[in-house]
């Protein structure tokens, strides 16, 4: 565990803040092996054999194909647990897109990624969330994600033992929606600018949270 100590730029960072509101992926957990490599396997266990940098490729696109999608919703960025779900399985399915058996990898998969083996801490987000809490800060974590978040809350360093977990398909709502940030307010009890949070995606986290009147910091 790294020595948690506040240096000045740290101690000017969390001033006037009651709660350090932490993104999830790419922030304080990252998957291992990653995406590319665990679509491979899940896909060669269907007998279908894809080569990784082709499968980045295509998750790439796949993914901002459902981004843009969400952002096409009325109103935009609403989400829940069965769109959560439904932009997984159409991820798969544009990866894997001439293959019949996307069922399968798709079931492996939502399992994968279920499982607390698939992922690992961001020593960079460690070092700040130990940092909040030696300043003695509430933490709390807010993503985009799905039903699979709290379970994982449980067993994943270093979210384990924060216990105030929020994921967009509860919520209603998915960064970067002013609506998202709103309903952490909510429930946390706490007016925007009690509020930082620490994100990696300059777009969905720092931009979306500032635009909300949240203070927001890069985790790298
Ligand atoms: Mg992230």
Not at 14 to 25: I, S
Not at 27 to 36: M, R, Y
Not at 195 to 202: A, E, H, K
Request: hydrophobic fraction near 45%; include cysteine; glycine fraction near 6%.
């Amino acid at each position: 565990m790294a020595t948690a100590t506040l240096d000045a730029r740290t101690t000017d960072l969390f001033r006037g803040v009651h709660t350090v509101v932490f993104d999830v992926v790419g922030t304080l957990i990252e998957p291992t092996p990653s995406v590319a490599r665990a679509y491979q396997i899940a896909g060669r266990r269907q007998g279908v054999e894809l080569a990784e940098p082709e499968i980045a490729r295509r998750f790439s696109q796949a993914w901002a194909r459902q981004e843009a999608a969400d952002a096409a919703a009325r109103p935009a960025f609403s989400t829940s647990q069965q769109r959560e779900h439904d932009r997984w399985r159409l991820i798969v399915e544009e990866v894997f897109e001439w293959v019949p058996q996307t069922a399968a990898i798709f079931a492996e998969l939502w399992d994968h990624f279920g499982r607390p083996e698939a992922w690992q801490p961001v020593p960079a987000g460690c070092r700040l969330l130990e940092s909040a809490r030696a300043a003695g800060l509430e933490v709390a974590v807010a993503s985009n994600f799905d039903e699979r978040l709290k379970p994982l809350a449980n067993l994943v360093e270093p979210l384990v033992g924060i216990d105030r977990v929020f994921a967009s398909s509860e919520l209603g709502w998915r960064k970067p929606a002013a609506a998202f940030f709103q309903a952490v307010e909510i429930r946390l009890g706490r007016r925007p600018d009690e509020l930082l949070l620490i994100g990696d995606d300059p777009r969905l986290d720092l931009s979306a949270a500032r635009a909300a009147g949240w203070r927001a910091v890069g985790v790298g």
